[in-house]
């Protein structure tokens, strides 16, 4: 009698921790099916740029690169050279220099001196000035500017609006 009811026992808690199991194994599974969330997003960064402070350099991600973000200050956008301008993004009444971090000579990542006003890549010396143009070689060029569209006060990487499309085909960016 006594083992009879043990064995009830041991025969319910079995059940219930196979159930549990089996419970676990259906999750996982729905888990597996379910696209991962940065493949739901995959391609697109999308930035408030009413966060950002003057003359001061943000580092944001988008495809595993580095995105330089600089909202310009006012005296900044007003001693800006045509070529500067040519790169300028403005937002809202805002100006910024958006670009790829990393240097076009080798790949290095600058760095930005906030009382110059301008970037050195250590690696060999190349500098590159507030809105992303090259000043100093070895790098060929100035920063490549990511595809972005202007929505609102948000800036979407990753897709081509037409300030974008504008740069590109005039030779701005790569
Ligand atoms: S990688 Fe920047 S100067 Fe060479």
Redesign the pocket.
């Known amino acids: 009698m006594e083992n009879n009811s043990r064995r009830g026992f041991m025969g319910k808690a079995f059940g219930a921790v196979a159930a549990v199991g089996a419970i676990g194994s259906l999750f996982a599974m729905k888990k597996s099916w379910d696209p991962l969330p940065s493949v739901r997003s995959a391609g697109f960064t999308t930035l408030d740029l009413s966060v950002y402070k003057e003359n001061e350099l943000i580092t944001e991600k988008w495809r595993g690169k580095p995105i330089f973000v600089l909202k310009k200050t006012a005296d900044m956008v007003a001693s800006q050279t045509e070529s500067q301008k040519a790169r300028d993004i403005e937002v809202n009444g805002s100006h910024y220099m958006i670009a790829i971090g990393?240097?076009?000579?080798?790949?290095?990542i600058?760095a930005y001196n906030a009382s110059n006003k301008g970037f050195l890549?250590?690696?060999?010396?190349?500098q590159f000035d507030f809105a992303g143009d090259v000043t100093k070689?070895?790098?060929p060029r100035g920063f490549d500017i990511p595809p972005f569209k202007i929505e609102g006060n948000t800036l979407v990487l990753g897709e081509a609006g037409p300030e974008y499309t504008k740069m590109k085909e005039s030779g701005v960016t790569l």
């Open positions: 990393l240097c076009t000579h080798l790949g290095c600058p890549c250590a690696c060999h010396g190349g070689v070895p790098p």
